[in-house]
């Protein structure tokens, strides 16, 4: 069965560069996820999207932007990196209240 | 706020023995609990979720509204359920979507 599919997989950026993060849904699911893992940390909810339309947002820089697109893929935008950003990075989709997780994509910024 | 506790970081048991990953929470309204498992390098992958009451790889866990618990449990630890596990809540948003507020994790180590 199709999984939710993240690229790139591993990102090297160096301090105040730009990043975006991709996000491809299982087909049909309707909403999209971000979450941020730091080195040993739980996963934090950055920001998720429904119908394309953002839903709800967490813990997330002003730096950072995302959006839904119309096959409801979704691209996370980081700009300004910092060396706390550094992280790995889900997304997860659903349908019901199910989440399914990517593969995360490993942000190393330098 | 809602919040989730995993009290244990590291869990060590052998190989046959009785695991017992502990979970509470906190939250104003009817939770809705899951488990989820990260085996090394991997993704985040659904365990359990206390709506469906299932067994899932022998694992089981009851939601405890009294003591707010959705401990996660398993009689016969097996060396290949060594990983790290997340209990989570579903935190409803008026926009329609539920994110996810995770516990800190607990590693789970099985030895032969």
């Known amino acids: 069965a199709a999984g939710v599919i993240q690229s790139p997989r591993h990102l090297i950026k160096e301090k105040r560069e730009t990043a975006t993060l991709k996000c491809y849904p299982i087909?049909?699911?309707?909403?999209v996820y971000w979450y941020q893992q730091g080195p040993g940390q739980d996963p934090q909810f950055l920001i998720s999207?429904?119908?394309?339309?953002?839903?709800d947002k967490g813990s997330i820089p002003d730096r950072f932007s995302a959006q839904q697109f119309s096959d409801y893929h979704s691209e996370l935008n980081m700009s300004s990196l910092e060396l706390g950003d550094s992280a790995l990075y889900f997304c997860?989709?659903?349908?019901?209240?199910?989440?399914?997780f990517g593969p995360g994509t490993r942000l190393t910024v330098t | 706020a809602q919040r989730v506790t995993q009290p244990e970081k590291l869990l060590s048991v052998f190989k046959g023995a009785p695991v017992e990953l502990k979970c509470n929470y906190s939250?104003?309204?009817?939770?809705?609990l899951f488990w989820y498992v990260q085996y090394s390098g991997q993704r985040l992958q659904l365990l359990l979720r206390?709506?469906s009451r299932e067994s899932i790889k022998g694992f089981t866990a009851d939601l405890n509204k009294g003591e707010t618990s959705f401990h996660l449990k398993k009689p016969f630890a097996q060396e290949e359920d060594s990983a790290m596990y997340y209990c989570?809540?579903?935190?409803?948003?008026?926009?329609?979507?539920?994110?996810?507020?995770f516990g800190k994790g607990t590693k789970l180590t099985v030895n032969p």
């Open positions: 997860a989709s659903s349908l019901t209240n199910e989440q399914y």
């Open positions: 087909p049909r699911h309707d909403t």
């Open positions: 939250y104003s309204g009817s939770p809705e």
């Open positions: 206390h709506i």
């Open positions: 989570a809540l579903s935190e409803e948003s008026q926009g329609g979507s539920e994110k996810l507020v």
């Open positions: 999207f429904y119908e394309k339309m953002q839903s």
